[in-house]
């Protein structure tokens, strides 16, 4: 298992109450809020983001375990869905995903297919997901603050 620390920087940019400009592992991304939101749309909105993730990373994984078996898999499609609070019997409110993983690939058996559809479910994002990260917020101590003027 590998300890490498990623970083992203996130800030407004003005373009709407809510739009963001995202610096990540050499990459310039936009995000904001849908416009009934009070954002202008401007890109994706968190939970966007969050779902892209899961998919971009289901596909990753199930085309990195083809490759690794050399098996004779053409394209890997996933189409996601995302709910939150839904109501879980007494057990209070939870997120809810789906995925529909498509293997296109006329060569692959039915044993090839299903290894495939299990090593889907098993992505590091889904793990993370699934899991219990622990995520710590701090403030910057070096944060500019404005003092009014005396007079």
């Known amino acids: 298992m590998t300890e490498e620390t990623r970083s992203a920087h996130v800030e407004e940019n003005g373009d709407s109450a809510y739009a963001v400009t995202i610096q990540v592992s050499g990459h310039k991304l936009y995000g ?16 966007d983001m969050l779902l892209a993730a899961l998919g971009e990373c289901t596909v990753l994984t199930v085309r990195w375990y083809a490759k690794q078996q050399n098996w004779p898999l053409e394209k890997v499609e996933v189409n996601l869905t995302h709910r939150q609070n839904i109501v879980q019997g007494g057990s209070g409110e939870t997120d809810f995903f789906e995925k529909r993983v498509t293997l296109r690939g ?17 992505c590091p994002v889904q ?13 910057d101590t070096q944060s500019v603050r404005r003092v009014p003027p005396q007079g």
């Open 32 to 47: 904001d809020e849908p416009v009934s939101s009070g954002g202008g749309n401007t890109g994706p909105a968190p939970y």
């Open 127 to 139: 793990r993370t997901l699934e899991g219990a990260p622990i995520i710590k917020t701090q403030g």
């Open 106 to 122: 006329a060569s692959l058996s039915d044993d090839q297919r299903k290894k495939l559809y299990d090593v889907a479910a098993k």
